[in-house]
């Protein structure tokens, strides 16, 4: 067997790439090596899949591609897509890992065996291999993997050609054992048989074919939508429905998307997505089927999904591997050496739990390794008190700071201007009774895999003092609130009093209005001046 090693971190081209650097001459499947260096990457575009697998299938080579988690899915998919056998594996960071790697995928391609058949067009081949259940079966279901050395696999080979012409019934091709053999393959149709011809000899409405087909040459040739051996199937119709009934859900054929009941047997709806399966005697199983992680991978893209169940001792592909993952979604390494730093071999630096390969960190402390903490760290303030004590006091050269930092006081430290620090807690001024030091950590930050740097130590030389209370402005304060307070009230109570005299006088106004005067005289009443009449008297200019 040929091998190649393919190892990158990076997408692979194909052709039409070549069209964004105005290269348009397609590739001519040639060798353009010279001086080993590929010399057509100016003149030819990238060669296509099929160009590739081409190439793959004559020569017969089998690829390796050894890439990175972020290209796993890719290559898997190209791989998918090569009719000539190649596997896939994962490049860990750790460079060791490549021998294991390749090892582990040489060993898993000798394991394999499938057969690509190179048939001509008209041709339609269909290969079906016996698997048994300690070997399993590909993904493609066009072999087996796992395949112990002594260990035989038998393949059904079905041929079919879709029209048989006089003249042109010969078809040569060959069944491909990727890179092993290639198997010839003739095939010669005989277009019609004497006993086709010969009207005595056909059954009409013959009883072995259910009286809905002819027996022709001993075989049953169907009609009206019916097929079989004894044209015993109807076309569309679920007959014996109850045969295809998963016993675990009731469903036929495990709901009508997986599959359709055709004449007591499920046929499974392939999936529309690439790459996925499904199959089963109910249509149950699938590769996609499975328990996914939070970026919606199936099986964390660590291990194979068959049947509804993640099988971590595969690759997604379904190539066996060394079993590096566990847990119901393969999400969990087995090895704890993600919860290790390089230089120690304590878990998660003591300060927690590797669980599931991640550090599960006490209270204060964080980081991938649970080493970084904030208060206990080069930020710890407690260890710095005597130090700073020392320089406030002016005492700089009889102090004793056992860290490599440098220590300044200044009048007044601008945070502004400082980056990024921390504010320690004030510590008691020892010569001004009350009053605080207030000093600040400038540090570098590390990100969430190392400790912050303590780079400098800043302190303010200006004790924070609390001030002297003002007196003045106290009784003012006082005073004044004393005389808000009552114009507020006279205020309010000339608002009230307004209020109500208003309600009072429209109530007053309202009752007047209603009053009845009477216009008569009052029976009471008197005129204050009395007439009399004398009766002496005589009109005027009397008579004498």
């Not at 009207?199 to 409405?205: D, G, H, L, S």
């Not at 149950?284 to 991978?297: A, V």
């Not at 087995?334 to 290790?340: A, G, L, P, Q, V």
């Not at 669980?355 to 303030?381: A, N, R, S, T, V």
């Amino acid at each position: 067997r040929k091998v190649v090693f393919y190892a990158t971190d990076a997408i692979f081209h194909t052709a039409g790439d070549g069209k964004l650097a105005g290269i348009i001459k397609a590739n001519e499947g040639r060798c353009g090596l010279t001086g080993n260096k590929y010399s057509r990457s100016l003149d030819e575009d990238y060669p296509s899949i099929g160009q590739l697998n081409d190439i793959l299938i004559k020569q017969k080579i089998i690829p390796i591609f050894a890439v990175t988690t972020k290209m796993q899915n890719l290559y898997t998919e190209l791989s998918n897509q090569l009719t000539q056998l190649s596997q896939v594996g994962r490049l860990d960071e750790e460079s060791e890992t490549v021998t294991d790697l390749i090892k582990e995928q040489l060993n898993a391609i000798v394991s394999r065996t499938k057969l690509n058949p190179q048939a001509p067009s008209g041709v339609t081949v269909e290969v079906t291999p016996k698997c048994n259940d300690k070997i399993g079966q590909e993904v493609d279901g066009a072999g087996c993997k796992g395949v112990r050395k002594g260990e035989n696999v038998v393949f059904d080979v079905n041929f079919r050609v879709d029209e048989c012409v006089e003249g042109e019934n010969k078809y040569n091709f060959n069944i491909d054992v990727p890179g092993i053999a290639a198997l010839p393959v003739e095939i010669e149709m005989i277009c019609s048989c004497a006993c086709e011809n010969n009207e005595t000899e056909i059954e009409r409405n013959s009883a072995t074919c259910d009286e809905r087909g002819d027996l022709i040459c001993g075989a049953c040739e169907c009609k009206n939508n019916t097929y079989g051996s004894r044209c015993e199937c109807d076309r569309g119709k679920n007959v014996n429905a109850d045969k295809c009934k998963n016993p675990k859900s009731g469903l036929i054929c495990s709901g009508e998307n997986n599959g359709m009941c055709i004449c007591g047997q499920c046929e499974c709806i392939p999936p529309s997505k690439k790459g996925y399966k499904r199959w089963g005697a109910y249509c149950e199983c699938s590769n996609y089927e499975c328990k996914r992680n939070t970026d919606y991978e199936i099986c964390s893209n660590n291990g194979y999904c068959n049947c509804g169940k993640c099988e971590c001792d595969k690759a997604p592909n379904g190539a066996s591997q060394v079993v590096k993952y566990t847990g119901d979604d393969c999400g969990c390494p087995i090895s704890n050496s993600t919860c290790k730093k390089e230089e120690s071999d304590v878990l998660c630096s003591g300060n927690g739990e590797c669980e599931c390969g991640k550090c599960l960190c006490k209270k204060e402390h964080y980081g991938q390794f649970c080493d970084i903490c904030q208060d206990c760290g080069p930020l710890d303030c407690s260890k710095y008190t005597e130090c700073v004590k020392c320089v406030y006091l002016a005492e700089a050269p009889q102090c004793n700071c056992s860290h490599p930092v440098d220590v300044s006081a200044g009048d007044r430290v601008d945070t502004s201007k400082l980056g990024r620090h921390k504010q320690c807690v004030p510590i008691d001024d020892p010569k001004n009774e009350g009053c605080s030091i207030i000093y600040y950590l400038h540090y570098k930050d590390k990100g969430t895999s190392q400790q912050p740097e303590l780079t400098h130590i800043y302190i303010d030389r200006k004790p924070d003092c609390p001030s002297a209370p003002n007196i003045i402005a106290i009784v003012a304060g006082v005073i004044g609130g004393i005389l808000g307070i009552g114009i507020l009230l006279l205020v309010i109570w000339k608002i009230v009093t307004h209020f109500v005299d208003k309600r009072e006088y429209e109530k007053f106004l309202e009752e007047r209005s209603k009053a009845k005067w009477n216009s008569g005289l009052s029976p009471l009443y008197k005129e204050p001046m009395t007439k009399y009449t004398n009766p002496l008297y005589t009109a005027a200019n009397p008579k004498i």
